[in-house]
């Protein structure tokens, strides 16, 4: 059944993701976003390796400026080492932002292509539902899950994904319409392969490209709502460390020791805007080796567009 298939349809998954990294690399954008992500990942693991001492004992004055015995970065609002508690802060936020954006991938992707497949009612429900959902704003919908719990790991997880899974599902079902459509999903449908098999063999396979641009544009917003959620409060109880709540904690005394402030912010804005500018050559590097043959992609990055301004959402 499979060999009856254009060359095109049955190329490997992984060899078309492993193309279009490679391909995006070969860029200067591809280049520097995957040196700025490589960067903060590479303090985020190996950062507690190298750190002297705990990140919760005290081991100066609150506040105290760099030097003078008070570390390179100084000390916080409880005279704890600012360095030894950025090299330990980013572990939590990055490890929450790719199981959030692995579960918004998952359950987005299935429910988009679910939807474009079968159409008709389950279309309609389906997508209905995602509109309900994009009508509502993302920080909202975040609180709203997570004042019922508290900022418990799993639901901050599941905050997180619920926010992001309608995007992702608008974008997948704008590209599986148009793989839908292909004359060799058809005819292997009237085969009479289940739906679950077509989608799975023959539908999903055509879809990398678009899911693999989404997957890290979703990373960025994820580590951008995390790192926004522990700022509140919603994020590690204390006194464990995180770029979040560190942020919080010593904004008020920038003046004495603004790197209890800085140093977080910074590693958080290099690790998004490495993350989107990547996903962003890997679109592009796409676009422009695809852009007469498939016009999958172009439809799924005008959606995903239309998806993130659309009113009430603030991604």
Partial sequence: ??????????????????????????????????????????????????????????????????????????????????????????IRLLLLAMAATALAVIVGALAGVVAAYRGGTIDTAIMRGVDVLLGIPQLVLALLLLSMLGPQDWLVIL???????????????????????????????????????????????SLVTPLTVETGLRLSYSIVMIAGLSFIGLGAPPPDPDWGVMINENRLAMAANPWGVLAPAILLALLAVGVNT??????????????????????????????????????
């Avoid at 916080?76 to 080492?81: A, E, F, S, T």
């Avoid at 990547?278 to 016009?295: E, H, I, K, N, Y």
């Fill in 278 to 315: 990547f996903a962003d050559a890997v679109a592009r590097t796409s676009l422009g080796g695809a852009r007469s043959a498939d016009p999958t992609l172009t439809l799924a990055v005008a959606e995903g567009a239309d998806a993130d301004s659309h009113p009430g959402v603030s991604p």
């Fill in 159 to 205: 905050a997180v994904a619920v926010t992001q899974a309608p995007q992702v599902a608008r974008v997948m079902h704008a590209a599986a319409q148009n793989v839908c459509e292909q004359d060799y999903v058809k005819a292997v449908a009237n085969w009479g392969v289940p739906p679950r098999t077509v989608i799975r063999r023959h539908v999903m396979p």
């Fill in 1 to 90: 059944m499979t060999a009856a298939l254009p060359r095109k349809h049955i190329r490997s998954p992984r060899g078309r993701v492993v193309r279009l990294l490679r391909g995006a690399l070969t860029s200067r954008r591809g280049m520097i976003g995957a040196v700025l992500t490589l960067i903060v990942v590479a303090i985020t693991f190996l950062g507690p390796l190298v750190a002297g001492g705990s990140p919760t004992v005290p081991t100066t004055i609150p506040f105290a400026p760099p030097g003078n015995g008070n570390g390179l970065l100084g000390g916080d609002q409880l005279g704890r080492d600012v360095l030894t508690r950025v090299l330990h802060g980013g």
